[in-house]
C-alpha cells in the first residue's frame, strides 16, 4: 500500500546538472562578498577621514597571531581542495580524513582568536569599554571594524564547519562518492570564501601600520 | 490545434488534486512545487497587503483635518513606519516575482520546477519568519518601530522602540529575497526547453532575470548595514553613531546603495507583466522584441548607479550631484522604450478589452505620470524645492501602486484561469477597475499640488490651507478601498463558484496556456520543443479582411 502510494507520488525526475548547481554556490559566493564588500567600503571611508588614527590603533594588534591564524587557514583550503582530488580518485577514507583535518584546522583559529580577543578585553579595548570611548574618534571607529569584521568573519567559519561536517557525513553515507561529488565540491568553495575574506582583512587591520 | 491535443492526453488529476507526500496542511507548507509554494506566497502576501492597507487608510483619516483626528502623533510615527515596513518589505519586492514569478516561470519556459525547489520552499519560510517578526513588534513592549522605514541614524540608534526585531525581520526577508533570485537566475540558466532560447523567452522572463540579479548583487548591501544598526543599538560598537566618530550619510549611501535598486526589484517585473499581457489582448507580436528584453537589463544596471538622488540635500559634492543627477536621467530611457513599444503594440491590433488589458491600461498611464515625476525628482533644483515633501510620497506612489500594484492586479485576472481552473466575473471586476483607477487617482494626485506647495511628507499636522487636498485625498482612498474589496470579493467568490476555465481562455500562445488549468502537477507530460517565438500571432495579421 505504502509503494503504491510512493508510485504515485509525481517524482520531479532527478535530472543531474552539476553546472547549475555550482552557478547557485557562484551566486550565493557573491552574496557573501557583496555582504563584506559593504564592511570594506566602511573600512575605506572611516580610514580615509581618520588615516593617523588608523595607523595607531593597528598597532595594538599583535602581527604573530595575525600571521599564524592566515597561515592555518591557507593550509586548511589546501586540505579542503586535496579532500575534493581524493574522491575523484575514489579515496574515501583520505578524503574524509582531509575534510576532517580541515575541520581541525578551522578550530584551531578559532582557539587562536578567542585568545586574541580575550587579550584585548583584559586591556579594556572593547565597545562603549572607559578606556577605548576615551581614546581619539578614529580609534574607537577601528576598534568598532576590528570586532564587527573579524567577528563575522568568525561566525563564517562555524558556520563553514558545520558545512564541512556535514560533508563528512556525507561520504561515509555514500552521498558524495567518486561519481558525485559537486556537494563537496560546493562545499569546498564556501570554504575557500572563508579563506579569502581573511586574506583581505588580515593586511587591512594587522599589517598596514 | 491545442484542444485536440488535450484530449488525446490521458486524463491526468491537477497539482491540487494529484497525490502529496504530506497530507492536510502539511501538503502545502511543505510541498516544494513551485505552483504551492506560489499559492503560498499569493495567501501571505495578500494578508500584509491588507493590513498595510488598513494602516493606510488610517493614516489618511488622521489627516482628514489639521491637528487630531482619530490617534495621537506617536502612534501616526508607527503607522508611517510599519505602512512602509510592509508594503515594502513584504508586499512589493516579493510581490510579482514571488508569486508569479514561482508559479510561472517554469510553465513559461517549459520546466517542470525551478532548479532549487527545496531551496524555494526555505525562501517562503524565510519570508513567514520575517513577515511574522514585523507585526510581533507591534505587540512587544516598547511600541513598533517609529523611523519610518528607511531606518534612519541616529534616530534609529537612540530610540526606545522596538527597532531591533524590525531590522532583524528586515534582515531576513533579505535573504528570503535573495535566495529566490539565486533560484531565478540558476533557473532560467539552466532549465529552459528544447529550443527556448534567449530570444523566445517570454519577456515577464526576461524581466524576472533582471530583477533576479538586481536581488543577488543588492540585497547583501541591506543586510550588512542593518546589521551593524542593529550591533550598535546592542553592543554600543561605534559605526554610524556620530558621537563616537561616525558618519551618519555614510549609513544614507548605504542603505540606498540597496534601497534604489530595490525600487526596480519592485517595478521591473510590473513592466514584465505588461509586456506579457499586451500582445494577448492585442492580438500582435509585441514590438521591439529585443529592445523590451534589453531595456529590462539596461533598467538593472543603470538603476544601481543612482542611488545618492535620495541625498541630494544631506551634502554631497557638486560633482557627485551632477553624475547622479545626470544617472537618473538616462534611466529613463530604457523605461521610455517600454512604454512607446506598449504603445506601438496596442497599434492597429485587434484589441479586446479584457478585465488585464484594462489593469494594464491603467498602469501604462499612471506610470508615464509616475516616471515622469520622477525625471523632475531628478533635477536638481526642483529636488531641492521639493525634497521630503508629498510631491515625493506622490510620486514613488504613482510608480509602486499605479505601475507595480495594477500590474499585479492585471497579473491576477490574467493568470486567475490557469491557476485556480476558474473564471472570474466579468461585471464586479470591471466596476472594481474603475473604483480602484478613480480612487487612486483621486487619492495620490492632489498629492503633486500639496508637495509642490511645500506640505512636507510624514508630518502628522498641518497649515489649514492643504486642507481641501487632504480632504479630496481621504475621500478618494475610501473609494479605492471600496474597489479592492470589491476586487477580493469578486475572485474569492471566484475561486468557489467561478465557471470551470478551458486551458486557453484568453488566446495566449506562451507556454503556460499549452497545458490544462489548473496544470497537472509535472506541468509537462513531456518537455516541450519551442520553434517560435513567444507572441507569434501571425494568423491575425497575414489575413487582414478575408478573416473575418
Known sequence: MNAQVQAAVPVHEHHRDDVGTKIGMWLFLFTELILFGGLFIVYAVYRFKHPAEFQLAA?????????????????????????????????????????????????????????????????????????????????????????????????????????????????????????????????????????????????LFYLLH | MVKAESLVAPVEPDFYHAPTKHRGILAWILSTDHKRIGILYLITMLFFFFTAVALGVLMRLEMLTPGKTIVEPQTYNTFFTLHGIIMIFLFIIPGIPAVFGNFMLPLLIGAKDVFFPRLNLLSWWLFLTGGLLALVSVFLPGGPADTGWTFYVPYSIRTSTNVMPALFAAFILGFSSILTGLNFVTTIHRMRAPGMTWFRMPLFVWSLYATAWVQVLATPIIGITLLLVALERFFGIG??????????????????????????????????????????????????????????????????????????????????????????????????????????????????????????????????????????????????????????????????????????????????????????????????????????????????????????????????????????????????????????????????????????????????????????????????????????????EETPLEAT
Not at chain 2, 556620530?242 to 544614507?252: E, I, R, S
Not at chain 2, 540597496?258 to 525600487?263: F, G, Q, T
Not at chain 2, 524645492?385 to 506612489?397: A, I, K, P
Open chain 1, 59 to 203: 598597532k595594538e594588534l599583535d602581527t604573530f597571531v595575525g600571521t599564524a591564524n592566515t597561515i592555518i587557514l591557507l593550509t586548511s583550503s589546501l586540505t579542503v581542495a586535496m579532500s575534493i582530488t581524493s574522491i575523484q580518485e575514489g579515496r574515501k577514507r583520505l578524503s574524509m580524513l582531509l575534510v576532517a583535518l580541515t575541520i581541525l584546522l578551522a578550530l584551531a583559529f578559532l582557539v587562536n582568536k578567542y585568545f586574541e580577543w580575550s587579550h584585548k578585553f583584559s586591556l579594556g579595548l572593547y565597545p562603549q569599554s572607559p578606556e577605548l570611548l576615551n581614546k581619539p574618534q578614529g580609534e574607537i571607529l577601528y576598534f568598532g571594524l576590528y570586532y564587527v569584521m573579524t567577528g563575522l568573519h568568525a561566525l563564517h567559519v562555524i558556520i563553514g564547519m558545520i558545512v564541512l561536517a556535514f560533508m563528512v557525513v556525507f561520504i561515509a553515507r555514500g552521498t558524495i562518492n567518486q561519481r558525485s561529488f559537486v556537494k563537496l565540491e560546493a562545499g569546498g568553495l564556501y570554504w575557500h570564501l572563508v579563506d579569502i575574506i581573511w586574506i583581505f582583512l588580515f593586511p
Open chain 2, 239 to 540: 559605526i554610524f553613531d556620530p558621537a563616537m566618530g561616525g558618519d551618519p550619510v555614510l549609513y544614507q549611501h548605504l542603505f540606498w546603495i540597496y534601497s534604489h535598486p530595490a525600487v526596480y526589484i519592485m517595478i521591473l517585473p510590473g513592466l514584465g507583466v505588461v509586456s506579457e499581457i499586451l500582445p494577448v489582448f492585442a492580438r500582435r507580436t509585441i514590438f521591439g522584441y529585443k529592445f523590451i528584453a534589453f531595456s529590462s537589463v539596461a533598467i538593472a544596471l543603470v538603476g544601481s548607479l543612482v542611488w545618492a538622488h535620495h541625498m541630494f540635500t544631506v551634502g554631497m559634492s557638486n560633482t557627485a550631484m551632477f553624475i547622479f543627477s545626470f544617472l537618473t536621467f538616462l534611466v529613463s530611457i530604457p523605461s521610455a522604450i517600454k512604454v512607446f513599444n506598449w504603445i506601438a503594440t496596442l497599434y492597429k491590433g485587434s484589441i479586446a478589452l479584457e478585465v488585464p488589458l484594462l489593469f494594464v491600461l491603467s498602469m501604462i498611464v499612471q506610470f508615464s505620470i509616475g516616471g515622469f515625476t520622477g525625471l523632475m525628482l531628478g533635477a536638481l533644483a526642483i529636488n531641492i524645492h521639493v525634497t521630503d515633501t508629498y510631491f515625493v510620497v506622490g510620486h514613488f506612489h504613482y510608480v509602486m501602486f499605479g505601475g507595480t500594484g495594477f500590474a499585479l492586479f492585471g497579473a491576477i485576472h490574467y493568470w486567475f484561469p490557469k491557476i485556480f481552473g476558474r473564471m472570474f466575473a466579468k461585471k464586479p471586476a470591471v466596476i472594481s477597475w474603475i473604483l480602484v483607477t478613480i480612487g487612486f487617482n483621486a487619492l495620490y494626485f492632489p498629492f503633486f499640488v500639496m508637495g509642490y506647495m511645500g506640505m512636507p511628507r510624514r508630518y502628522y499636522d498641518y497649515l489649514p490651507q492643504f486642507q481641501p487636498y487632504h480632504i479630496f485625498a481621504t475621500v478618494g482612498s475610501w473609494i479605492l478601498v471600496a474597489g479592492l474589496l470589491i476586487m477580493a470579493i469578486n475572485l474569492i467568490v471566484a475561486v468557489r463558484r467561478g465557471a470551470p476555465a478551458t486551458a486557453n481562455p484568453w488566446g495566449g500562445k506562451t507556454l503556460e496556456w499549452t497545458v490544462s488549468s489548473p496544470p497537472p502537477a509535472e506541468n509537462f507530460h513531456e518537455i516541450p520543443v519551442v520553434t517560435k517565438g513567444p507572441y507569434d500571432y501571425s494568423e491575425y
